[in-house]
């Protein structure tokens, strides 16, 4: 696919503004992709809408094609869609902090119990496991097992008893015990049913758990939608943890479940074992579900080499011996948009790693500083620094609302600056005329 892509970005070459043509073509990839991740058709039809609608008329960037600018938009909108909302736990301001966990039969609710279980007991909890599915042959065994293997205590009341008074009893055991943490392991089916469903409004009803998090196998597809809609509407989800992550599913359900829920991914499952579960990154999962990996970097790329070339025009005008203050606030201008002035120093060749240029980091603050400073200035001033006698100087820090000594020092970086760069100047000159560097 990222081939076939290609050629359609080749094939996009004109610049200026996109045009709805530029972004139905690569739209048209995009949607394949979307599809072949497993996204819910409806969800990728709505998103691919959504999308066009944003890009069309947009400005292309330097340096992309329209197409590749189409895809760059595309991968920000799927990060900011899977991640503009808060993904911890919240826990409670009075402990026990309930979390139940709620999904359909073999999701993996029992196993990110006790996941989840000791990641936060890595951060200094005291969690219980509460084993609520009294239905399933062994589930309670598989509970016991898990806490056993993390050394965290399961509570449970065998399979006779109902699962809301275990689950009542367990956060009362909690409170007993100081476990500030209780994790209730539910029932699943391999359906959604109305039986289930109401259990688990009962359980809800009885605790008033503080995050109902629905665990969903990420190879579900495109049934997630479905699962999640139906979950979320019975019991007002808070979350939602996609598992089996591992396999080569391109986790198509991440995007749907985020979409129809609007409710926040927390963690993901990486694996069967009880460490394997992590934190969940919109920006990772995006670039996955799009699977365009070779374009996103290349993209990266290009918008790394607008740098450059602002880079270079600066290199050009030092060569010449043109830099002036002029020059400094135009490029302290730049840096505001493009970060430290020292970074696009190093991609000037043979200036990254020169220890003059650790001396040049700005902060937003100083840059504000330093602007005031050369705005202070008369346009001669800013042409010629070698005039900026004692006095100019006392009158630019009085205009500048700054202090001479920071005027002193602007002018000697600056100085320093253009000295390292004529050093440079030399450099390239001479290994140009074959010579070699001493
Ligand atoms: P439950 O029925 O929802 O409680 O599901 P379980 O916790 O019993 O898990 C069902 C199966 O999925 C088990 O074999 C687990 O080992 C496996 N499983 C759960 N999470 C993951 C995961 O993130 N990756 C992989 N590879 N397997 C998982
Ligand atoms: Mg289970």
Sequence with gaps: LAEKLQNTLGKLKSKGKLNEKDVKDAMREVKLALLEADVNFKVVKEFVNKVKERAVGQEVMESLTPGQHVIKIVNEELTDLMGNVQSKISFASKPPTVIMLV????????????????????????????????????????????????????????????PVNIAKEGINHALSHNNDVVIIDTAG????????????????????????LLVIDSMTGQDAVNVAENFNEALGIDGVVLTKLDGDTRGGAALS?????????????MGEKLDDLEAFHPDRMASRILGMGDVLSLIEKAEQAIDVKKAKELEAKIKNQEFDFEDFLTQMEQVKNLGPLNKIMEMIP????SKELKNLSFDDKEIRRIEAIIKSMTKKERRDPSILNASRRRRIANGSGTKVHEVNRLVKQFEQTKKMMKQFGNLEKSMKKGGKMK
């Design 103 to 162: 999904g359909l039969q073999g999701a993996g609710k029992t196993t990110t119990g006790g996941k989840l279980g000791g990641l936060l007991k890595k951060q200094g909890k005291k969690p219980l496991l509460v084993a609520c599915d009294v239905y399933r042959p062994a589930a309670i065994k598989q509970l016991q097992v898990v806490g056993n293997q993390l050394e965290i205590p399961v509570f449970s009341m065998g399979d006779k008893e109902s």
């Design 189 to 212: 089916r391999l359906h959604i049913d109305e039986l289930l469903m109401d259990e688990l409004k009962n359980i809800k009803t009885e605790v008033k758990p503080h995050e109902i």
């Design 257 to 269: 479940v985020r979409s129809v829920t609007r409710k926040p991914i927390k963690f993901i499952g």
């Design 350 to 353: 043979g200036m990254s790693g």
